[in-house]
């Protein structure tokens, strides 16, 4: 047992890196008088801005990020429930994460896009540590669920 100590040292498990892209989006308009598609692109821009300096700037406990890409293009598509034009600002981020757990932070925000894990090469989870992420899946569901309700409530 000695040895296995010896070979994880202190930094057993390791943490996980991963590239995470978020779409920052334009919300809703009832009118696109006002609105040309430069000023979406310019408001999504904005937006983006603003996500960042907050994801810079507020600490997230077992989250660590290294580096923060907002270089891709903003792109427009029309949005199938609302029937209007909305845009979208990516940024791409770098991230260390203690557990996979706080990474469900990011895969389960609405403007989540993708992931790609970049450390370790395998990932191996007892059944303890499964169940966990499972619970905490469910309870993220939910909060969101909570969220969406009172959104619609508000309406």
Same mark, same amino acid.
């Given at each position: 047992?000695?040895?296995?100590?010896?070979?994880?040292?202190?930094?057993?498990?390791p943490?996980?890196?991963?590239?995470?892209?978020?779409?920052?989006?334009? /919300?809703y308009?009832?009118?696109?008088?006002?609105?040309?598609?430069?000023?979406?692109?310019?408001?999504?821009? +904005?937006?983006?801005?603003?996500?960042?300096?907050?994801?810079?700037?507020? /600490?997230?406990?077992?989250?660590?990020?290294?580096?923060?890409? +907002?270089?891709?293009?903003?792109?427009?598509l029309?949005?199938?429930?609302?029937?209007?034009?909305?845009?979208?600002?990516?940024?791409?981020? +770098?991230?260390?994460?203690?557990?996979?757990?706080?990474?469900?932070?990011?895969?389960?925000?609405?403007?989540?896009?993708?992931?790609?894990?970049?450390?370790? @090469?395998?990932?191996?989870?007892?059944?303890f @540590?499964? @169940?966990?992420?499972?619970?905490?899946?469910? @309870?993220?569901?939910?909060?969101?669920?909570?969220?969406?309700?009172?959104?619609?409530?508000?309406?």
């Amino acid at each position: 047992m000695t040895d296995l100590i010896n070979i994880q040292g202190e930094d057993w498990p390791p943490p996980l890196k991963a590239r995470v892209r978020l779409d920052f989006r334009t /919300p809703y308009r009832k009118s696109r008088i006002f609105f040309s598609n430069n000023g979406l692109d310019k408001e999504a821009g +904005t937006i983006r801005e603003q996500q960042v300096s907050l994801l810079q700037n507020v /600490p997230i406990q077992g989250i660590v990020i290294e580096q923060i890409d +907002t270089e891709a293009d903003i792109y427009s598509l029309l949005d199938e429930v609302s029937g209007r034009e909305v845009a979208f600002a990516p940024a791409i981020l +770098t991230i260390r994460a203690d557990s996979l757990e706080d990474l469900l932070r990011f895969t389960l925000r609405e403007d989540f896009r993708k992931i790609e894990m970049l450390e370790p @090469e395998d990932i191996s989870l007892q059944r303890f @540590e499964l @169940e966990r992420l499972i619970y905490r899946i469910n @309870e993220e569901q939910r909060k969101i669920i909570q969220s969406i309700e009172r959104k619609l409530i508000g309406r």
